[in-house]
């Protein structure tokens, strides 16, 4: 082999030397926040802490300089302090009110722009609602700041920013509909400016990612089980679908089988991650990586292969925040956390799986976030 051919695909290892890295991984039922370390040397994942938490967190996200985590609790959204690289301390749950307080919560995310404002919406029955959160100025929620409203047939399952904080997008799964809302830069309150039906019927948006220089969005199909791209206008905010879809699962087969799931950048914003899930637990999951050029359009997808289960309701990929080379995948099927290793094989690349730990408590494992 040239030694060339090595390095057609540059990893970005910023931080090379080997370290210890630890993650909180939230659950379906258990009132527990897990924190996990993974040793990039030695391979190995342990569970190192209990928190004990309010609720059973299903979603949990950090604020922008991650002293504290998010998370939804019902009709209620919780916040935690992040004391140190192990222990959380559970302040305060607000309640989102509103016409929505009789659906569960089902997705959080903090603004990474000043005043940092928390954004939640919950699924399952009438969803029409969101909710803006304030902060206190260290970060613990303080209180409903907004409530404002979807369609009555609407059920949001994700949000995502985009980069200068400017615009909200919410993948509507129920509604079938990508939404832009501009967010006031005194208040973090939102104003209602698109919301786009996907291309097809049933394609059902049910996560989106914005790449870093602000030209797309990436949009999980969760009833077709294709990831879409779209532009975005970086004037009005608006996306526009760029009628570029890849396949979540193998050419063929039947989506219906399927549900799919998570996108999500990696550190250097090179590749994108994306996963699908069985709905039965004779059907793997499937995950998939794409590298990117340097504006965020797709050059190629590197793999789609097969998880270790059907995903149960998680199979949420989560790529690291220091290096491209690593991601978690939550399963709740089995109850476990697994690291993925992105590596090149000399025509190509592929992932493998180097660590995983097994948390058995009925409801592990949501989604995980990497601290450090
Ligand atoms: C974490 O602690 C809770 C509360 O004591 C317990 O129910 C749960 O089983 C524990 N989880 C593990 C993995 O030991
Ligand atoms: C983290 O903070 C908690 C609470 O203050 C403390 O009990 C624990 O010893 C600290 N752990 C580490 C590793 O510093
Ligand atoms: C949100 O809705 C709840 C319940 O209807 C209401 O009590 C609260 O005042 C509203 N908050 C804002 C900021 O509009
Ligand atoms: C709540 O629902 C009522 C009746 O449908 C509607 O008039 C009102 O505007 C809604 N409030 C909010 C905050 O969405
Ligand atoms: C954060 O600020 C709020 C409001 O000032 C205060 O009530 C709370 O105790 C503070 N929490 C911490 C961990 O300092
Ligand atoms: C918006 O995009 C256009 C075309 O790609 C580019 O020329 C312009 O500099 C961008 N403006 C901002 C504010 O990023
Ligand atoms: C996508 O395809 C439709 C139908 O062929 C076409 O009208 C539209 O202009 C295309 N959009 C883009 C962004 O290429
Ligand atoms: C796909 O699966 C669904 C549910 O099992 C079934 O109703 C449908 O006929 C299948 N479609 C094809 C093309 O096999
Ligand atoms: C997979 O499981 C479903 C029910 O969960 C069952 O209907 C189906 O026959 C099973 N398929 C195979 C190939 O075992
Ligand atoms: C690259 O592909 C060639 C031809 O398919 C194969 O012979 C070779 O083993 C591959 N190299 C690696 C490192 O996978």
């Known amino acids: 082999m040239f030694p060339s051919t090595i390095f057609t695909l540059c990893f970005s ?11 909180f991984v939230g659950t379906f039922g258990a009132a527990s926040l897990y924190t996990l370390a993974f040793d990039d040397e030695a391979l190995t994942l342990e569970l190192v802490k209990n928190n004990t938490a309010s609720a059973g967190h299903s979603w949990i996200s950090f604020d922008h300089d991650k002293k504290n985590v998010y998370a939804v609790a019902g009709s209620a959204v919780a916040s935690y302090t992040v004391q140190n690289d192990t222990s959380l301390r559970f302040d305060a749950s607000v309640p989102v009110g509103g016409n929505c307080s009789s659906v569960h919560e089902i997705f959080v995310t903090a603004s990474q722009i000043s005043p940092y404002s928390v954004y939640a919406v919950p699924f399952g029955g ?7 959160l304030s902060v206190s100025s260290n970060g613990t929620l303080s209180h409903v700041a907004q409530n404002y409203t979807y369609l009555s047939t609407s059920g949001v399952h994700g949000l995502a920013f985009s980069p200068n904080g400017q615009f909200m997008y919410s993948a509507d799964d129920s509604a079938n509909s990508l939404w832009t809302h501009k967010v006031d830069s005194q208040t973090g309150e939102l104003t209602y400016i698109d919301r786009v039906v996907a291309p097809q019927t049933g394609a059902d948006p049910r996560h989106v990612a914005v790449h870093p220089e602000g030209g797309y969005a990436y949009v999980v199909f969760e009833g077709t089980s294709k990831l879409a791209v779209y532009s975005l206008d970086n004037t009005t905010g608006i996306p526009t679908f760029t009628n570029v879809t890849f396949p979540l699962i193998p050419e063929g087969y039947n989506a219906t089988l399927y549900w799919s799931d998570e996108v999500a950048l990696s550190f250097s914003g090179s ?72 590596e090149s094989n000399g025509n190509g690349s592929k992932a493998e799986i180097v660590a995983t730990l097994n948390i058995e408590d009925n409801g592990c494992c949501a989604n995980a976030i990497w601290y450090d």
């Open 13 to 23: 290892f910023q931080v090379a030397e080997a370290a210890v890295h630890h993650l």
């Open 126 to 132: 009438s969803a029409s609602c969101g909710t803006v």
């Open 271 to 342: 590749y994108l991650w994306a996963t699908s899930r069985g709905h039965q637990t004779n059907l793997t999951g499937y995950i998939s990586a794409f590298s990117l050029t340097a504006s965020g359009s797709i050059s190629s997808q590197l793999f789609l292969a097969p998880t270790t289960t059907s995903g149960g309701a998680a199979n949420a990929v989560a790529p690291a925040d220091f290096s491209d080379q690593w991601a978690a995948l939550t399963d709740s099927e089995l109850g476990a956390v697994e690291i993925w290793r992105l």
